[in-house]
């Protein structure tokens, strides 16, 4: 049934709360997993300044040590989480808006399932924030489970 | 409009005046406007299709861009409101004096040509605090350069919300309050959504609309008045004859409006303020080598000074037409507010560049395309600004000083807020000025000069330089050149101190355009004497500085931070 499946991560607490049911499904189907870590064009465009984005387009992530880090780290929580239960877990980064890559990316590796989490986020810090999981929802055909980061 | 001299007295002190305000014709224009939305259209549109296409493979070079496309966005980014309008009101209000800002405004590229863009491509980070803060093995340095780079893109705002706000009059026809509130909304929006408007491609159009609309503008009153042909930078010597011999003598003297000091003053703030803008300096950062920063700076130049040479003819031009309108239009010479053209109010003066066309009496659509470019200019030097603020406070200030795992999300809505408040509060000055738009301009660049050129500069070339120094010549910069603007400023803003400054003995040896004078050597002094009583910076970051200013060429992919961390001895020691 589940021959691929796709666990987005932005290394934030809400991304790895979504983690352990992705590798438990995976476990279960044994299926291989794909860590993917979307560089979030917008985010670099406010925060590091719009030449970055251009670096970034002409081939410069390679001279980005800070920005790989942070990628590493987040997909590699993953392939540890996903390590322990004897896995094969793929790390990859992207760059784009967050919900467009993570459905380019499901399509082309024919991912078979989204894990992904949510802040569960409303009113003004909704509009404000928006829901990346909310916008892949929209965006795929490929079937999503979101998991509620919030606990109660 | 009523001549004042001819309204008998006795009627004139019971008939209100009809008050002259401004030259610019009223009223809402139909082509114009549509050239301001058509323009508007196209960066949306072009930002939109860049923003999309989104990167196959990080790790396979993509196209990079060359010099000629990187001098095109130096030259948007650098040429704003300030230089498409605010130079030539300027030279002509001020003449000679004026001057120092054409020299000011072009000389400091040579400065970062010789020292400053090579070095920067080799350190190769992200944004100007995070040079400070890792030369310096800082936070606070870090925290100290963040704000600045705020300060400088507020005040420096303050001047385009102004110009956007006069070209708004002529072009919609509305008041200026209006004006600044509806072309600084439509940035913001812009900014705070799609910052990718100020994405290289994006500003090589930008650069490329308003250098069009100037030069048609200048050749076009210069062809139809009989003045000039194709060469109208050298062919307007025979008008400023004529300018100096009937009309004002002032234009040409060269200290009349001025000191001697102020001159000098003025013009090395401009230059080293140059050298000090984090929203200039962020460029050599990303381009893709080393002799690419080198070309780069140099077209950059070239294209700065296409716009900058022509300030002055425009001045010329300007001038004449103000006194003797072909249009048959009122300005303050005629109506006899003023005694020579070089006494126009400073509406008439910070829209000359369009005023000039005007009253050449050309058609409508040219007057509007010239407008239309001073919007480019402002829009395109904004963005740069609200990005560089919006970066200081996500990158710089939220997630390298307050929370360092901070997620891309909040790095948005960080960036985002400081847009949208640095713009509402740079239209709320805006709309009533503290003073002409090239003199804003001015302080912002004494700012950079005190507070950034100092750590720039001995820091890419001193390896001795400490933390200890570093901040220790910031807070002087601050002091010095903050000081300077509160002086001069305050007082418009209070009825409670009298006078034009808090201090006019002060105003007078540190104006707020022109404190580096003093303020730039004494950061220096500051820097290099705290440097030397405080230990020495450790050895990693004395070979980092070594291998950026080393004159044995790097790699493409090399960093100087990798070759200085390989251990690797760098090739000067």
Redesign the interface.
Known sequence: MYERILIPT???DVAESAVEHGIDIAETYGAEVHALYV?????I??????????????????????LQERARRATGHVADRGEERGLTVVES??????H??ID?YAEKNDVDLIVMGSAGRGGVRRM???S?AERTLRETTTPVLVVDARED | MIDPASIPAAVGTVVAQVEYTNALDPGFKLVPALTVVAMLALFLGVGWFFRVAAVDDLWVAGRSIGPIENGMAIGANWMSAASYLGVAALVATLGYFGLAYVVGWTTGYFILLIFMAAQFRRFGKYTAPDFVGDRFYSDTARGIAAFTTLAIAFVYAIGQGSGMGLMAEYILGVSFEVGVIVFMSVTIGYVALSGMLGATKNMAIQYTILIVAFLLGMYAVGWSQGWSTVMPYLEFGPETALIVEELDRQFIEPFASGSYYAWVALAFSLIFGTCGLPHVLVRFYTVDNERTARWSTVWGLFFICLLYLGTATYAVFGSILYEDPVQDTETAVTAGEATSFMGMPGADADALVVLTVQLADLPEWLVGLVAAGGVAAALATTAGLFISASSAAAHDIYTNLYKEDATQREQVIVGRVTIVAIGLLVMVIAIDPPALIGELVGMAFAIAACVFFPVFFLGLWWENATQEGAIAGMLTGIVISFGAILNATIPGYTDAIPGDAISPTVATVLPPTSSALIGVPLAFVVIVAVSLVTSDPPEDIKRLVRQCHSPKPMKRSESAEDVAADGGTPADD
């Open positions: 932005d290394g934030s560089l979030d064009l917008d985010a465009d406010v925060s590091l300044g719009t030449e970055q984005v251009d670096r970034i387009r002409a081939g410069g992530f390679d001279e980005m040590p800070e980064v992207v760059a784009g808006r967050p467009a890559e380019g404000l924030l928006g990346v």
